[in-house]
C-alpha cells in the first residue's frame, strides 16, 4: 500500500511537532525522570505525545472489505494506547471496545468515549465480536498463543481478525520488562521469509485463515532528535474456518 492523505497528514503532524523546540525539551526533561518508574507507553500518555499511525480508513477498509457486516457490528481493538488507531475504525463500525493496561491512557481512552473492557477478561465479554483488532501486541505480551486463542473464541461466525506485527520479530513484554518465554515459532532472515513462517508456523496451527496481508510502516511521532520513527510492520486480516454440519 502507499501513504495516503491520512498518513501524509500524520507525517506532517509530527514534523510540526517535533519542531517545536521548548516542548520537546520539556517532555524530554520530564521522560528522563518518570523512565525509572513508568513504562514508555505510561510516560507517553501522561506527557499526550508518542501517537502511533499503522492505517487509514481507507487502507482497512480495502483490507478488511466490509460489505457484509450488519448495522449492529461490533469491533475490539486489543492494547489500544491513546486510541489514535483506533480511531480510523469508527467510520467502519457500530460498536467499538477497547483495552489497555496503562493508566494514563485508559484515562484518554476514556475520555474519547471507548466502552473499555478489563484487559485480562475481556474474552467473557457476553457477546462476541464481528472483527478483533490486534496491533503491535503479538510481540509486546508474555502469553501470544494464549492470545491468539482468546481472539478466536471472541469472534463470531463470519468475523474477522487484523493483526498488525513488527518484523524482524523481537519479542519484549513492556509491562514486566522482560523477553518473554514464551515465544512465536517465527523463523527466516528477510521480512517477506518472517510472513510465511508466521502464517505457516503461527496462524495456521493457531486455527486461522489468512486472507491477505500487507506491508505498511508503523509510524510513530518523533522528537528532538528525528520528526518520526518507523518499523516495519506487516498487517494481516485473519478469519477461523467454520465447522460444517450436516
Known amino acids: 500500500m502507499a501513504p495516503d492523505t491520512d ?14 523546540l521548548f516542548t520537546q525539551i520539556w517532555q524530554s526533561a520530564v521522560s528522563s525522570v518518570l523512565n525509572a518508574f513508568m513504562t514508555k507507553t505510561s510516560i507517553n500518555g501522561l506527557l499526550r505525545r508518542g501517537s502511533m499511525f499503522v492505517f487509514s480508513t ?10 457484509y457486516f450488519a448495522s449492529g457490528s461490533s ?19 457500530n460498536h467499538i471496545y477497547v483495552t489497555e493496561k496503562s493508566g494514563p491512557m485508559i484515562r484518554i481512552l ?11 477478561l475481556w474474552w467473557n465479554h457476553e457477546e462476541k ?25 471472541s469472534l463470531k461466525p463470519n468475523g474477522r481478525v487484523v493483526i498488525a506485527l513488527v ?12 523477553v518473554p518465554e514464551e515465544k512465536l515459532p517465527i523463523t527466516g532472515d528477510s521480512f517477506e521469509e518472517q510472513v510465511t513462517s508466521t502464517i505457516e508456523n503461527v496462524f495456521e496451527p493457531a486455527g486461522f485463515n489468512v486472507l491477505c496481508w500487507t506491508k505498511l510502516p508503523y509510524l510513530c511521532e518523533g522528537d528532538l532528535s528525528q520528526d518520526y520513527y518507523w518499523l516495519n510492520d506487516a498487517v494481516f486480516i485473519l478469519s477461523v474456518p467454520q465447522i460444517k454440519t450436516t
Open 58 to 67: 481507507a487502507q482497512i477498509r480495502k483490507l478488511l472489505n466490509l460489505t
Open 167 to 178: 518484523l524482524p520479530y523481537k519479542p519484549f513484554d513492556e509491562f514486566k520488562s522482560v
Open 75 to 93: 469491533l475490539i481493538d486489543l492494547g489500544a494506547g491513546d486510541g489514535a488507531t483506533t480511531d480510523k475504525y469508527m467510520p467502519l463500525v
Open 7 to 20: 498518513t501524509e497528514r500524520f507525517l506532517v503532524d509530527s514534523t510540526e511537532q517535533s519542531d517545536r
Open 110 to 120: 476514556s475520555k474519547k468515549g471507548f466502552r473499555l473492557l478489563d484487559a485480562d
Open 129 to 153: 465480536f464481528d472483527i478483533v483488532s490486534c496491533l503491535n501486541l503479538l510481540d509486546r505480551c508474555s502469553d501470544p498463543m494464549d492470545l491468539l486463542d482468546n481472539i478466536k473464541n
